[in-house]
């Protein structure tokens, strides 16, 4: 047994009995984790592969060397199947994170914490290489082209077909060799993690410390700050990324010249890539080996690429065009339907009171638009409403109404943001004014069409006292 084994190398090294062994959480992979108590309190490893761990056990040995947090063998077993390493502790950083998981609001705790994490990044990806022999790397010493083809079809073998979309085969592997080529167009020095995400990162004293790097290899810097900052689990906001994407890069700058740019122009790539492998790893894991926690991982890196496709990768278009299908296949889309934003928008007259929010949450916003100067008050404009070209002429000359609308666009957008990155599925907003017919209908109607094409949400716009529906489906 696996606890025996350990409980053997720990008596022979340390020279008594561990006093208890408890097997820890299982990751992803067939390794295995013991914590075994007793004079020293040690983790025990057993994994099934000497080659993989003669690779941990170099690197930790080789990065420890270099002054990088990550943990301390102890002590080998003669066949290379167990070994005991430093035990630090219980927090992972994605637990440590989990509020702002939750709710998309990291507080300023969470943000330090992953701007450390991510500072320190470069130091493992350029310290680290240096006087690395990556020939005792695996299964590969290297990040390229079959490395990068392997994961492209893990991802069209063990997910894309087991959806039963039908797709042209040749097609799809003449991009994939364009994305080979964008991917390995510069050659790398420097060590790339590979895994490098938040459940493999703990938190000791308040400090990031890195494990699980196993499976690293001699590969470019993008791979790992797309493998992390797009964990389909970690749900950070766009504005969070990019501020650690910053962070990386004032980080990157100690160890060479970056062109922000061109590294973002890059780094899209990359994300692309890391999405299709881990959809590939979570096909695998979840329909073959049927471990339900890859399965219930699957909508959020669906949604994670639904949000990369709004602006098309013009080098790939036939697997832009499957990916796009992809997404909206209904075991994927179903899912997404529940969880996406619809925005109400009401134009309404205050004669006849504020609009009730059907969803029962509350409604979001009612602005009141009686302060802008009124067509109503002339006889001309009396059969025309807020949608009509005269009336429309009328307050975009006056002016007021454009002003008006910038700031609610200000409030109104910030909040649809955070709707999104929270998950939240109904917002409602409301124009008033005198008579529900001019300003109100006007505000309504451009707020509508001016969320959609900015957030692509479902947008249900009624004019009230004119009897007026319209939908704007969401864009997917």
Partial sequence: MVADELRKLYLSNIGVPAKDITELPSSGSNRRYFRLTGEKTLIGVSGTSKEENRAFIYMSSHFRRQGLPVPKVYHVSGNELFYLQEDLGDSLLFDEIVKGRQSSVFDEDERRLLRKTIHLLPQIQFKGAEGMDFSYCYPQAEFNERAVLWDLNYFKYCFLKSTGLDFQENRLEDDFNKLVKVLLDKPSSTFLYRDFQSRNVMVKDGEPWFIDFQGGRKGP????????????????????????????????????????????????????????????????????????????????????????????????????????????????????????????????????????????????????????????????????????????????????????????????????????????????????????????????????????????????????????????????
């Fill in 221 to 476: 810097v993008y791979y790992d700050i797309a493998s992390f900052l797009w964990q389909a689990k970690a749900r950070f906001p766009e504005d969070l990324r990019f501020e650690l994407v910053d962070e990386y890069i004032d980080a990157l700058s100690e160890f060479t010249t970056v062109d922000r740019e061109d590294f973002l122009l890059r780094l899209r790539h990359f994300v692309l890539f890391r999405t299709l492998q881990v959809l590939g790893a979570y096909g695998f894991r979840g329909y073959f080996e049927k471990k339900p926690h890859f399965i219930q991982s699957i909508p959020y890196a669906i949604e994670n690429l639904k949000h990369l496709l709004r602006e098309d990768y013009i080098e790939y278009p036939y697997l832009c065009a499957v990916l796009k299908d992809l997404c909206l296949l209904s075991q994927f889309s179903d899912d997404m339907q529940k969880r996406m934003l619809e925005v109400k928008v009401v134009s309404f007259s205050y004669k006849k009171g504020i609009p009730n929010d059907p969803s029962g949450n509350g409604g979001g916003f009612v602005f009141d638009c009686r302060a802008i100067n009124n067509p109503g008050k002339y006889e001309r404009y009396n059969h025309f409403n807020g949608l009509d070209e005269p009336v429309v002429e009328f307050l975009e000359k006056d002016g007021e109404i454009t002003h008006f609308l910038d700031n609610a666009y200000t409030l109104v957008d910030a909040t649809v943001k955070r709707y999104l990155d929270r998950g939240f599925t109904n917002l409602m907003i409301c124009f008033g004014c005198t008579g529900g017919r001019h300003r109100s209908v006007y505000s309504a109607q451009h707020l509508a069409e001016h969320l959609h094409a900015k957030f692509g949400v479902k947008v249900h716009l009624t004019h009230r006292e004119q009897n007026i529906d319209q939908t704007f489906d969401a864009i997917i």
